[in-house]
């Protein structure tokens, strides 16, 4: 299964996420980890899934994140799995928790766009935690990762 991940990360620690969902990928050959600013359409090429993440920034992914997921021409992803994920913070204090209910995280605003493209989603979008704007993820979390990668191959097998 020709497997693609694309992500952006502005600190590293989507960077980091995405690679422990790329090194479960088994065999480790049919797997593409690539930044979002070298990503492009035609990348989409024989795909049979695409995971897709970013850090979550006002409620959605970052602008280059939109910009090459809006751009998939629809129907594109018919026949394709997808994924998708987020790096989050968690709110703190009222305030915190009146802006998540309100603007909501990335995760699943991706996996929106991508299935509205036609693509098939496997699991439901998954977050993972940062302890602060610029990290570092929480403890244990490449190694959830890496776990939610492995359920998601596993389903997509199916």
């Not at 998939?72 to 703190?92: C, E, H, S, W, Y």
């Not at 915190?96 to 299935?115: E, K, Q």
């Amino acid at each position: 299964m020709k497997v693609l991940v694309v992500y952006d990360s502005a600190y590293g620690n989507t960077e980091k996420i995405a690679r422990a969902i790329g090194g479960a990928v088994m065999p480790p050959d049919s797997v593409q980890v690539v930044k979002v600013d070298a990503a492009s359409v035609v990348d989409l090429s024989g795909v049979e899934m695409l995971i897709v993440g970013s850090p979550t920034q006002g409620g959605r992914a970052t602008q280059n994140m939109q910009t090459l997921i809006s751009g998939i021409p629809a129907g594109t992803l018919q026949n394709v799995k997808v994924a998708a994920f987020d790096t989050r913070i968690v709110p703190k204090g009222a305030v915190g928790r009146f802006f998540i209910r309100t603007f909501g995280y990335a995760a699943g605003r991706i996996g929106s766009v991508l299935t509205g493209k036609g693509g098939t989603q496997v699991v439901e979008p998954e977050g993972f935690i940062v302890e602060g704007k610029e990290g570092p993820l929480k403890t244990g979390e490449v190694e959830r990762a890496a776990a939610w990668a492995k359920t998601l191959f596993g389903k997509a097998q199916t």
